[in-house]
């Protein structure tokens, strides 16, 4: 009624609203690429065992929906232990890599000193020693270390980045000189400057590196793979592919695991979704 | 030094001594040393040395150089490597762009449409690599699909043809958000009166596009195009978990069989050989790149 009232009084109107419910359906058709194996995989670990995972034509509706799979993949792994650990090594990486971060950015940002630009130089080179080409000799050199097959073998390479010290000397660099100068006049000593004063106004900048973190250690798995025997230490990404391993053609029970380790960063991502999406336009990843 | 150091700046500073900024730096060049700056050290040794784990590391000047020349598998591997920079850079340099058009638009409901898009971003290469399983299965769904269309069915994963590119194909979707985001920061940059003069001048949707708004953003295509071939050179972790290198080599990369050399066969010189030349080229490629933009800028 509404909408045929709507149409004789303004035919422009109309094909206003017809142009607008076609950009949606364009951008949900463009959203199911992106969930759609997600929810492809989510269908999968709640299957019932009477029903194809697989077949034409697709049967994505579960009937009934089980959860039986989620039982499964976490008493056939130690996958509590594997969450556990992931959780140890997001819990001690963060921390320590907002606050190296911080010490190394301050005096590249706030004070004046010899071989200040070489410094600087010297952490952004690490943007060109990837990963992936330091497996072997960081391999070596934790052998060396005796850290062989430790946590502080994981832990160790994902502290420092060049990403974390590039935002953060951005951050401290746009604080103004007055805040400083008061405190200097008050008799703080530079480490007061920057814990008590700095540290604090940069939080915005700290809160989106810690996000970061929280995902890259959440979803390692290369280095943990070289450097991890025991699967006793295992982080749940390398969890995940061990459990591809062990239950070889248990479909759902794979599906199921592997949905398991998404939720926690998925809830993170949810829940400050604003944040991440406005700090990754703006910061290049490193 | 420290005299100079000291001189300047105890006049402007009260309270600071000459060592201060050092010690801040204290635990990140801790770190530098032990984590880049020795093992950066022990991959150019090794690289020319012959190391199996079990004996002890043993110079061998030019030989791993000299082998890999002659190594088919490695040529197969750079082969694969310059394939997979070939097919990937139109799905991360040029497709994000549209994303980033189609989401760069006041709606109340954009920001959710922005986070569907970067989901794959923040999850584990190892679970998007078994949600891909799913779907391109041989009774997947784009085999589904393609039966729909009177095609296929493709075994994508185990056929030499189409592995390498669903692997393409997978990091691509991956990325997909993170390059949407540079643009939109980049889309956002663009003076919004340029765009309206054009239109105003009759510049059509296209020709505003390929007049205005992508000259504006030479300086983020320079860093997408930059972070999409070293992102395609370093593949390593996609093929890992979705055909190990396989079938029949279609999918090996140079980043793949420095994995495998190392710490499959313990040839972890060899590895290293090809490491630094790997290197070299991720070296070369950001250079290139960095001399092509100054002289677009200038």
Known sequence: MAARRLYRRSPRLDRRTVRRIAFYLLLIAVAALFIGPFLILVSSAVKPATQDVFGFPPDLIPRPPVLD????????????????????????????YLVVSALTAYPLARIAFRGRGLFFLLFLSIMFLPGELMLIPRYLVMGQLGLT????????????????????????????????????????????????????IVAPTLA??????????????????????????????????????????????????????????????????????????????? | MAVAGRGSLKGRVVGQRWYTPYLFLVPGLLLYAGMFAWPAVIAIQLAFSDYDIVNPIRWSGLDNFTRLVHDPRAWIALRNSL??????????????????????????????????????????MVAVAVAWKYVFNREGVVNWLLQLAGLGPIDFLFDRHWALPTVVLLEAWKNAGLFMMIYLAGLQAVPAEHVEAAEIDGANRWQRLWHVIVPALRPTFAVTLILSMLEAMRAFESVYVLTRGGPLDSTLTLGYYIWSKAFEDYDMGYASSVGLVLWAIMIVLALVNLAITRRKDA
């Open chain 1, 69 to 96: 799979w989620f039982r499964e993949a976490w008493t056939a792994i130690p996958y509590a232990r594997f969450l556990l650990n992931s959780v140890i090594y997001v819990g001690i990486t963060v921390p320590v």
């Open chain 2, 83 to 124: 394939l997979f920079v070939v097919m990937f850079l139109p799905l991360t340099v040029v497709a994000p762009l549209f994303l980033a058009l189609l989401v760069n638009v006041k709606l109340r409901a954009i920001q959710a449409f922005r986070m569907l898009y970067y989901l794959p971003v923040i999850t584990s």
């Open chain 1, 208 to 286: 989106v590196l810690a996000i970061l973190g929280f995902v890259s250690v959440w979803n390692s798995f290369i280095w943990p793979l070289v450097t991890l025997t025991s699967q006793s230490k295992f982080p749940i990404a390398l969890g995940i592919a061990y459990l591809s391993g062990v239950s070889g053609t248990d479909v759902r029970g794979l599906a199921a695991g592997t949905v398991l380790s998404l939720i926690p960063v998925v809830v993170v991502f949810l829940l400050l979704q604003k944040r991440i999406l406005n700090s990754m336009g703006g910061a290049v990843k490193g």
């Open chain 1, 149 to 200: 097959d430790t946590f502080a073998s994981v832990i160790l390479p994902a502290i420092l980045s060049s990403l974390g010290i590039f935002l953060l000397r951005q951050a401290f660099s746009q604080i103004p000189d007055e805040i400083v100068e008061a405190a200097r006049v008050d008799g703080a000593n530079e480490f007061a400057i920057f814990w008590r004063i700095a540290v604090p």
